[in-house]
């Protein structure tokens, strides 16, 4: 057995800088944020430092009209939907990415940057920019109207703008490049040899897809998908610019906490409990991934 | 481009903003958080050519949004804009430096209706700068009919389906659904309030989108054909835009507002922004500031610049009675937030 080299002490402190932004920009505001979901709310807005559990009783629980304690599933609703809607999101991305990245795969390398490089691009204007371009086209003189109008369909079809579908829309749109750039990766890793063996076993195309070039992007596609599921679960744009802000997801409940509602402590545990939501869904993935892992070297 | 050339542009850059801060550093500089478009950019050149201080603007959309800011701590501004209701508020959450306002030269300025009223009884935090009214304002490319009664807008007929818009913020609409149901603002009732939710639950199938954003072009560009906004806005869709829109004028009651200059707690440039208080109070300034945000002015205009008047602005003008917002107290709050909760849940 060979021995470890000791580290130097000092080659400690040299991660210092990492440890210090880690603390300064995640381990503290968390804690604060953690500290005020236990708080009671100030009169108009803000808290005082007074231990209490109620914000998170309040999530299930609330006085209903008639004056008791009643059972109120009005947060559990926008959970659900906020869920269903980034799922809604992460499989259309899936389903657009993979052909969009295997097409990129196969270009000359020169194209193949300059694909890529159009692929991030949005990513150079604001988020805000984007997401209002939208507004622009899905708008009664928008684009789409237009055209269908000018072909004589759509007549009577109301406003895309301010619906549920634009929601999705514009959740698609904004998040889509954060699943083909892993799935581009993973398909480039991809061993063209795999493929060819694949079809001199006779293995038809939809074989091929499903059996050899599908398993083995599996890596790739589960990045993309927390890398669009985790944003959209915060989304706040899309619901108030293209859904018209009839309908909240998780990100305008808080923010309604934090504003108008003026519960500072009830927005906190929203947010906790958000926040817990996400690190239970990466950690099941994370052990899942794992458990592959040790099948595999068990194998 | 080579790293190397990144690092040395950033370099420059940032070391350019050093300078530039510095520069600004020396002559003093203020900071105000106003209402989106609602300081004239020309006052503010004025201001800055004057006195040497260098100004920056930056815009909020809501109250809410504003206390928000504050409640959080050292925002960095040195003058804010609540309206009366947020005003007191913030003086009785102690979040405004008293800057004995009653004694400067801009209280002078002040009309007498609008001097030390209940938001700000000592007038020592605050000086006005705008007041109006929120209402609903159509479209008459597209509605035709009557705009006398707030039922048009609340209760609408069948084609005006998606045809409605209303504003993201609880804090107006509802004050005007209490104007029609008869209800007092700032009500503590359950009962009371939940017929406030019933009818807004019942308008929801007709609105099109709760946004306090954009609102001139979803309405001045027929997107909607009525949306819930302001007298001044209005005005200036109308004039400046050629829109052909009209503000309505419901018999149960506009919902009165007044946006006053504060100073919030800890700002480090109070001198500059008493000064600029003064300075945007002085008949002429104000008349600049009048005949840019078309709202009406508490402070004395010059008549004879003034741009409107109540032939070519009947928007500043209303037939109908103005009922001022209220600072509900807790318990009232929590009902507001109900009803709005359900409503977008």
Known sequence: MSQRPKIPSWNVLGLLPAQLIMLLTLIIPVGIIILVSFSTRGPYGGFDYVFTTAPYKQILFNEGWS???????????????????????????????????????????????LLIYLVTLPFWVSMIVRVYSWIIILGNDGVIAKTLRALGLGENMGSLLFTDTAMLIGLVYSYIPLMILPVFASIEKLDPALVEASHDLYGSRLTTLRRVILPLCRPGMAAGAILVFVPCLGAVLEPVLLGGGKTMMMGNLIQLQFGAARNWPLGAAISIVLMCAVMIFLLWRGIQAMRKEGREEGA | MSVKTRLSMLAAASAFSLVASASAWAEGSLSIYAWADSIAPDAVAKFEKETGIKVTVDAFSSNEDLLTKLQAGSSGYDIVTPSQHFVKIMIDSGLLEDIGASSMPAFQQILPEWQKQWWDPTGNYSVPLAYGNAGFTVNRNLYKGPVDSWKVYFEPSEELKGKIASLAQPDEVIPAAQNYLGIPYCSEDPKEMKRVLDLLQAQKPFVAAYSSDNIENRIGGGEVAMHFWWDGNTMRVRRNDKANVEYAMPKEGLVGWLDSYVVPKGATNIDNAKKFIDFMAKEENATIEYNYYGHSSPVKVDASKALYNKENAPELFPTAPVKMGQACSPAAQELVTKVWTQLLQ
């Open chain 1, 67 to 113: 004056g008791e304690l009643e059972f109120n599933p009005q947060y559990l609703i926008v959970v659900a939907r906020t869920v269903i809607l980034s799922l809604a999101t992460t499989i259309i991305c899936l389903a657009l990415s993979f052909p969009v990245a295997y097409f990129i795969s196969l270009q000359k390398t020169s194209a193949k940057m």
